[in-house]
């Protein structure tokens, strides 16, 4: 059974930084690309950043130059930092896994609030 849990949302003032995690458990970790996405109230959710099994990255444009993803197989997680947050930066983020080329799974969530 895949499970993903992400953490370490918050409320952060603009400019500032945090940190999200997802930890995968059920599944053979290094050999899949993991995604994160976010969803803002009202708005569909989006597609944040990718990093694949070989260490290639990703990014949406809104996010280039200030979101870095990560992984570490070791531990089966996959990060976010997020530097220099904005207030438009305010969502649920998600980590999502695609298993079997073709079935998509996700986290809970953890929400980002940045305050202006």
């Known amino acids: 059974q895949v499970q993903l849990v992400e953490s370490g949302g918050g409320l952060v003032q603009a400019g500032g930084s945090l940190r999200l995690s997802c930890a995968a458990t059920g599944i053979i970790f290094s050999l899949h690309a993991m995604s994160w996405y976010r969803q803002a109230p009202g708005k569909q959710r989006e597609f944040v950043a990718v990093?694949?099994?070989?260490?290639?990255?990703s990014y949406a444009d809104s996010v280039k130059g200030r979101f870095t993803i990560s992984r570490d197989n070791a531990k089966n997680t996959v990060y976010l930092q997020m530097n220099s947050l904005k207030p438009e930066d305010t969502a649920v983020y998600y980590c999502?896994?695609?298993?079997?080329?073709?079935?998509?799974?996700w986290g809970q969530g953890t929400q980002v609030t940045v305050s202006s």
């Open positions: 999502k896994v695609v298993v079997g080329g073709s079935r998509a799974h």
């Open positions: 990093i694949d099994s070989g260490g290639s990255i």
